[in-house]
C-alpha cells in the first residue's frame, strides 16, 4: 500500500500521469473544495455564461459551475491526458447533453478564439505554469471585455507557510508569489480591475483580474 506522499509523487501533481495520477486528481476534488467554494463566493455565475477551467483536473470545479450554467457553457482545458480523462468521466452527463467540453490543451497556446469566455478560472494550477507572465496574457487573450478571471491558490508567499508547505514547494518546484508580486504579474497582462482575496487563518489567496473594452 504506498502512502499519500508516495502517490502524490508517482502521480505527479505537475502532470498528472497514471494510476496513482488518477487517484490523486479524485483526492484533489475533496481536498481543494473548500478553497474552491470560498473563491466561487467572489463571482456571481449567471446561467448564460460561457467558463473556461484551466487545469481543470479531476472536474470537480467544472461541475459545480455547470450547476449554476443552463443556457451558456463551461470548458475545462488541461495538458494531462489523465487530467482530461478523469475530468470527461466525472463529468459524463454535462458532456452528453452537450452543457460541457473537456479538451487537451496548455496554457502557453490555449485552442480558443479571441474573447472566448465571460468568466476565466484557475484552482492550483499556476504554480506550475510553464511561463507564468505570458501565460496570463494568453489567458487575457480569450477573456471578453468585461470578462473576470479568477486565479485560485491554497498557498502564497506570505511568510506564515507551514515547514510541510516549504517542503511540497522545493520537492516540486512551485512557482508562489507573495501577493504584491501577484498583482504585478496581473498588471503587466494587462488586467484591470484586480482585487486579491486572503482568507483569515488560511494561507488561501484568490486574485481577481478584469478586462476592459
Known amino acids: 500500500m504506498k502512502t499519500q506522499e508516495e502517490v502524490t509523487r508517482i502521480g505527479n501533481p505537475r502532470k498528472p500521469e497514471g494510476t496513482e495520477g488518477e487517484e490523486m486528481l479524485e483526492r484533489m476534488n475533496q481536498s481543494h473544495y473548500e478553497v474552491t467554494g470560498w473563491a466561487l463566493s467572489y463571482w456571481e455565475i449567471q446561467e448564460d455564461d460561457r467558463v473556461l477551467d484551466i487545469g481543470c483536473g479531476g472536474g470537480a470545479t467544472l461541475h459545480r459551475m455547470a450547476e449554476k450554467v443552463t443556457s451558456g457553457h463551461v470548458t475545462g482545458v488541461d495538458y494531462s491526458d489523465v487530467s482530461v480523462e478523469t475530468s470527461r468521466r ?21 485552442p480558443f478564439a479571441d474573447d472566448s469566455f465571460d468568466k476565466i478560472i484557475t484552482v492550483e494550477s499556476f504554480y506550475f505554469w510553464p511561463d507564468p ?62 482585487q486579491i482575496h486572503t482568507r483569515k487563518g488560511e494561507n488561501w489567496i484568490c486574485v481577481e483580474g478584469g478586462k476592459r473594452a
Open 90 to 110: 466525472n463529468n459524463e452527463k454535462n458532456i452528453k447533453s452537450g452543457k460541457m467540453d473537456v479538451l487537451e490543451g496548455s496554457v502557453e497556446n490555449l
Open 133 to 194: 507572465q505570458e501565460n496570463l496574457k494568453e489567458v487575457r487573450r480569450v477573456l471578453k471585455a468585461g470578462g473576470t478571471f479568477l486565479l485560485v491558490a491554497d498557498i502564497y508567499q506570505n511568510g506564515n507557510l507551514t515547514d510541510r508547505e516549504k517542503e511540497n514547494i522545493r520537492n516540486y518546484h512551485l512557482f508562489n508569489p507573495t501577493k504584491e508580486e501577484f498583482e504585478q504579474l496581473f498588471i503587466n497582462a494587462g488586467f484591470t480591475d484586480i
